[in-house]
């Protein structure tokens, strides 16, 4: 991916910033599977707790070894505030949505969406915000993240580990959403955890840690593999 990346410069408050981005791809890039790894899709999106998908990603190789697990990263334009996706310990693509239209120019071309779809054989939405998981849970498909989860394919699994400010995760509306997820898309929930939150206020709302999530997933990896392991023998 070296050789994708190129530099832009920005300029605030007459300071000189480079940052780094990457070049939509193109109708020629393709999605390959390894029948060695399980296909893990992470959704990332606009929440302060996607600041630790570094972390994530770090341990998750760790408990599932890089040689069994294949990571891609589906990142919301919000998500992509926080962190710089270019710097993130990761030999997989971050897919945006800028490559949800680059990659299809004509009937036949790869939908990008679609073609994540097929790859994965299992996702999570982690961290969850709140405006993404209104969206999912109505039905929205307005963003790659979004089209993906539609299309999602539900018999296989799909893990979301909800991050957001106290005031918004007791809103009656979140418990309506997280309802429609758990009930009728069948998603498992990695409930959030109480703690001093990172704007300063304190409650229910912060994403589950690490460890939790990464146990959950690796157990989850581990099963597929001895499910796959066994059919192919
Ligand atoms: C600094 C900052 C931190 C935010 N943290 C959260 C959060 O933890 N959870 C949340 O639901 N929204 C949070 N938001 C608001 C979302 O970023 C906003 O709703 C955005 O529209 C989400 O877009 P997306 O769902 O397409 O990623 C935060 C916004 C800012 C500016």
Not at 26 to 44: E, G
Not at 47 to 52: D, G, I, N, R, T
Not at 118 to 132: C, G, V, Y
């Amino acid at each position: 991916m070296e050789e994708n990346r190129k530099r832009a410069r920005g300029d605030e408050e007459n300071e000189e910033e480079e940052v780094e981005v990457r070049p939509p791809l193109t109708r020629s890039h393709k999605l390959s599977k390894d029948p060695n790894k399980h296909h893990l899709l992470i959704v990332i999106t606009g929440s302060v707790a996607v600041l630790k998908t570094p972390e994530l990603i770090q341990k998750l190789y760790e408990k599932c070894g890089e040689n069994r697990l294949a990571i891609k990263i589906v990142a919301t334009e919000n998500a992509v505030k926080f962190v710089n996706i270019l710097k993130l310990d990761f030999d997989d693509f971050v897919y945006e949505d800028k490559d949800e239209w680059s990659m299809w120019r004509e009937r036949g071309d790869p939908v990008l969406h679609i073609e994540l779809r097929k790859w994965a054989d299992s996702m999570l939405i982690a961290p969850l915000d709140a405006n993404t998981m209104a969206k999912i849970a109505t039905g929205i498909c307005d963003n790659l993240a979004t089209s993906l989860i539609r299309a999602w394919d539900l018999s296989k699994p799909a893990y979301f580990a909800p991050a957001m400010n106290t005031f918004m995760w007791e809103n009656p509306l979140t418990i309506g959403h997280r309802n429609t997820l758990k009930t009728l898309l069948q998603f498992k929930e990695i409930c959030p955890i109480s703690k001093e939150l990172m704007c300063g206020d304190s409650g229910q709302g912060a994403m589950a840690d690490i460890l939790s999530i990464t146990s959950l997933i690796s157990a989850l990896v581990r099963d597929q593999l001895a499910v796959k392991t066994h059919c192919i023998s």
